[in-house]
DNA sequence: CTATTATATTTGTAGGACAAATAAAAAGAT
DNA sequence: ATCTTTTTATTTGTCCTACAAATATAATAG
């Protein structure tokens, strides 16, 4: 009820269960616990909530899904680093997210290809170069990349960020990525011209080049990708 | 077990929490449930798979955390559509982050800023810019900005990408962002010299110049983060 | 036909029991 | 005294039963 304009509002609605959950993350914060840190019991919090062992359960669960709590038997619970991507992870599937959704994690991944040039350039060593070189000579030859090429390289990429949530997180986003992009081409092309910019032109500049050449060239390296952007 | 080299690698030990959890998730997408559609109700579901009531609420907990299902008395449970960044949502908080998961999302979010040039002059309206330039014209006279200032300014470019899933995604990195750059600040640098390249340089810039010519600034802008990366 | 009331159904919560899996303590061997 | 093995205690994991709460559906009244 807001009393300024008269407007009704609906009433917080919460289970059990979610106040639980939301009060242990408050608690964890509160207390300042860190990984390996022993945390009270089942019993111990449900008595201090005053709600039954199974709501605490069902909460800890929850918790436990994300990596953030350990259990052992006696000797009970602990503060685990949570996974970060735990919770994408499990709901990044084509077949259940809205077009919406998908759209935009198909941009998303296209965002996340077009940023990550300055740390490729902060963190390359000679070894990446040389086993990017690799993986370029070896696909020079074919007429047409297939999709493991497509990954080898750019996975490699996403490792030479230094940045694991990120290699991961692009990792991830594929399925949905390729999905989206799969319905797009049914309906509007037929074959892929030869890529103005290749994997080894995009190696080249890593190696001589500067970020900026770098994101110069990605852009027309995934200019298909970026042609079907709606306005 | 593997034969081969007689190596000893360690027996699976899910849960029957996390198991119900899993086949639930491959049941929704092998039976191609879309949001609204009734699911059987928890008996069902615990008698099919010899499972206790108990457990498969702590699975559905889950799910539900996960914003997958809903639930109501009488009518059972429905999909719905999953909150994609539910999970992530519930850990992004920068007590209980490892330094390592920080600096990874503190790159992220750079990586993010990065890459949205594409997006911002495809969908760039008349409308988007008269409002923005109200912001930076509010800003124009201040001699440091504040946090607010930064937010409401980056917040907008956000916005404009017309890409809901970023924008939020986003703004959730900003409170381990700022922990991560805070701490960065207090043992290296006392003041911000003014940015070489404006809040009003980047609307220019969006109005009337190319993306490349947006990424190049917006890397300028962002370079008081950009030098703190590590090799 | 619409509105109201009653009923049925499922979820949400509680409490009890005991199996399972350790972690910690005790006992035994050197 | 130290190390290894066995025993015990403790907590989680799973199961069961019961009933309250909140609808969704069916029945009744106007």
Redesign the interface.
């Known amino acids: 009820m807001n009393p300024k304009t008269g407007l009704l509002e609906p009433l917080e609605s919460l289970s059990m269960?979610d106040r639980v959950?939301n009060i242990l993350?408050e608690y964890?914060?509160e207390n300042?616990?860190k990984?390996g840190d022993a945390l009270p019991n089942e019993m111990e919090i449900a008595q201090k909530l005053n709600v039954s062992r199974?709501v605490v359960?069902?909460?800890l669960?929850?918790l436990r899904?994300?990596?953030?709590i350990e259990a052992r038997p006696r000797r009970g619970m602990i503060?685990a680093?949570?996974?970060?991507?735990?919770?994408?992870?499990?709901?990044?599937?084509p077949?259940?997210?809205?077009k919406?959704?998908q759209n935009?994690?198909f941009?998303?991944r296209?965002?996340?290809?077009?940023?990550?040039?300055?740390?490729l350039f902060?963190?390359k060593t000679p070894k990446d170069l040389d086993e990017l070189e690799a993986i370029v000579e070896k696909q020079k030859g074919l007429p047409v990349l297939s999709k493991e090429d497509e990954i080898e390289f750019h996975g490699k990429l996403y490792d030479m960020?230094g940045?694991?949530?990120?290699q991961r997180?692009q990792s991830l986003l594929f399925p949905v990525f390729e999905h989206v992009f799969a319905t797009m081409v049914t309906t509007t092309e037929h074959a892929a011209p030869a890529n103005p910019v290749s994997h080894y032109d995009l190696f080249k500049i890593l190696k001589d080049g500067t970020?900026?050449e770098f994101?110069?060239a990605m852009?027309i390296h995934l200019s298909v990708y970026?042609n079907t952007?709606?306005?």
Chains 1, 2 share one sequence.
């Open positions: 269960t959950e993350r964890f914060t300042a616990f990984p199974n359960r069902e909460a669960s929850r899904m994300l990596g953030m503060m680093q949570p996974d970060l991507l735990a919770g994408i992870e499990k709901v990044l599937n077949f259940i997210l809205s919406s959704n935009d994690i941009e998303l296209l965002i996340l290809e077009m940023g990550i040039a300055e740390f902060a963190r960020t940045n694991e949530t990120f997180f970020p900026e994101r110069k852009h970026y952007i709606r306005r």
